[in-house]
């Protein structure tokens, strides 16, 4: 596969080296929390942090790598630093929505190398995926763990209100 210009070439020659380029490569998406003290550090605030189970205070960054599905390799290509909760309020933008804007900060560029985002429960949400999909990412995570799903109900002429949820069929 070869980059028009979505890559420095710094980074493009590294990637040759580490991932199959021919492969089916995805763009793999995570938030990081870092471990801050202090109170004077830009954008710090509290975050979760999944090693811990729970919500710290500190950064976070949204790591934005590139992944080779066929040999297991995975290379970082940004680190975009997350705005704490008073700019997210100052913005009117909810965390999903900053995450949105992060991704589309970079989409021509990873766009010129695959259009599947790998992203775990946290971005499975139809605010992320509608957004995803008008940058014109395809989109694979799981269901969160509460997830619960249904099938749609059958059109049926009776009284009363309608069904919401179908049947176990």
């Known amino acids: 596969m070869m980059f028009s210009e979505p890559l420095s070439q710094y980074e493009e020659s590294l990637a040759r080296r580490v991932l199959d380029m021919g492969g089916l490569l995805a763009i793999a998406i995570d938030p ?11 954008h710090i605030g509290r975050f979760w942090s999944g090693c811990a189970g729970a919500v710290k205070h500190g950064l976070e960054i949204m790591g934005i790598g590139l992944l080779d599905v066929a040999n297991n390799k995975y290379m970082i290509l940004r680190a975009h630093q997350t705005i704490g909760n008073s700019a997210l309020k ?3 933008k909810t965390l999903v929505e900053y995450y949105i804007s992060g991704m589309k900060r970079y989409s021509k560029k990873l766009l010129f190398i695959t259009d599947i985002v ?9 605010t992320f995926e509608k957004g995803m999909s008008e940058l014109g990412f395809y989109l694979v995570s799981r269901f969160c763990d509460n997830a619960c799903l249904h099938y749609i109900p059958k059109k049926e002429k009776r009284r009363g ?7 176990q069929d």
């Open 32 to 42: 990081c929390y870092i471990s801050k003290t202090g109170k004077n550090t830009p």
């Open 161 to 167: 209100r309608p069904r919401v949820k179908g049947g």
């Open 90 to 92: 100052m913005k009117n």
């Open 118 to 126: 790998v992203a775990d429960a946290l971005f499975s949400t139809s």
